[in-house]
């Protein structure tokens, strides 16, 4: 079923082979034992293409190291949303798009809990057929639009989602992907979906990351697989302060954001032109 995924859905087989790489390693941060089935024949090979890239055989390592960026950010957001989802009144956790996520057969969760996945029809057909016979740990329910349909809400909403409640949402893996304008009208989108108190979890790239030289190697790559990084900011709390939230952006390596696998240093904020990513999370006010 691969043939039916475009380039920006495969982009989740690289997800799930990195987490089923991690799942191996005997230093893991997080067991992910549903990533080899979800991962598939392509995800290992996307996996290859980047590791050859990002570890050269005859030069040092000068991109950041994707498989060490993915743990933490995996680790990072099973930690929110169980965090997430033990808070009182939170029963709504939705991840928008799911990809191959397996979160929601994989970690423990809470009684009265519902479990939205979103995501295009051809990858939630592709992970049922890769889980089949695996039963969720939650009440856990798809469903399969893509988030740039003009009515996604209604189909959020005939799933059982109740706007009038608190929720999380969490939005990995997918700003980078899109413009500036689908970004924002996501978010604008998400947050007048969203009952006040409700928490929101992301990830980004700054904008330098779209244009350093240094990061050609890894950027090329993505524009290659027809999936190019196509917006970042280095202003993330502004960005989202705008909608409605009001987040904290961690990077990867510093305190909560590094599990002991950040391989790199982290440049304070205020340094110009160097690649950074962040983990956003925080409340819709």
């Known amino acids: 079923m691969t043939e039916l995924l475009d380039a920006v859905e495969r982009t989740a087989l690289l997800t799930a082979a990195l987490r089923a790489a991690e799942t191996r390693r005997p230093d893991r941060i997080y067991q992910d034992p549903y990533a080899d089935a979800l991962c598939g024949e392509i995800g290992p090979e996307l996996l290859a293409e980047i590791r050859r890239a990002t570890f050269p055989a005859d030069a040092s390592r000068t991109l950041p190291s994707t498989p060490d960026y993915?743990?933490?950010?995996?680790?990072?957001?099973?930690?929110?949303?169980?965090?997430?989802?033990?808070?009182?009144?939170?029963?709504q956790i939705v991840l928008a798009p799911a990809g191959m996520d397996s979160r929601a057969y994989r970690l423990e969760w809470p009684e009265g809990l519902r479990y939205y996945e979103v995501d295009r029809p051809a990858v939630l057909a592709y992970k049922k057929d890769r889980l089949e016979?695996?039963?969720?740990?939650?009440?856990?329910?798809?469903?399969?639009?893509?988030?740039?349909?003009?009515?996604?809400?209604?189909?959020?909403?005939?799933?059982g989602y109740d706007p009038s409640l608190p929720s999380t949402w969490l939005l990995e893996g997918l700003l980078y992907y899109i413009p500036e304008q689908d970004t924002h009208r996501i978010l604008r989108r998400v947050a007048d979906f969203s009952a006040p108190g409700s928490r929101i979890a992301a990830d980004l790239v700054n904008a330098a990351a779209l244009t350093l030289p240094q990061?050609?190697?890894?950027?090329?790559?993505?524009?290659?697989?027809?999936?190019?990084?196509?917006f970042g900011t280095d202003e993330p709390e502004e960005l989202f302060d705008s909608f409605g939230f009001s987040v904290e952006a961690l990077q990867p390596g510093e305190p909560g954001a590094d599990f002991g696998r950040w391989p790199d240093p982290v440049p304070p904020r205020h340094e110009a032109n160097v690649r950074r990513v962040f983990f956003i999370h925080g409340r819709r006010r």
């Open 133 to 159: 016979g695996v039963s969720p740990r939650t009440d856990h329910r798809t469903v399969a639009v893509d988030l740039t349909s003009p009515d996604w809400e209604d189909d959020l909403r005939e799933a």
């Open 70 to 91: 993915n743990a933490i950010r995996t680790r990072f957001f099973d930690d929110y949303l169980q965090e997430a989802a033990r808070e009182p009144g939170m029963q």
């Open 215 to 230: 990061m050609r190697g890894l950027l090329d790559i993505f524009a290659r697989w027809g999936c190019p990084w196509l």
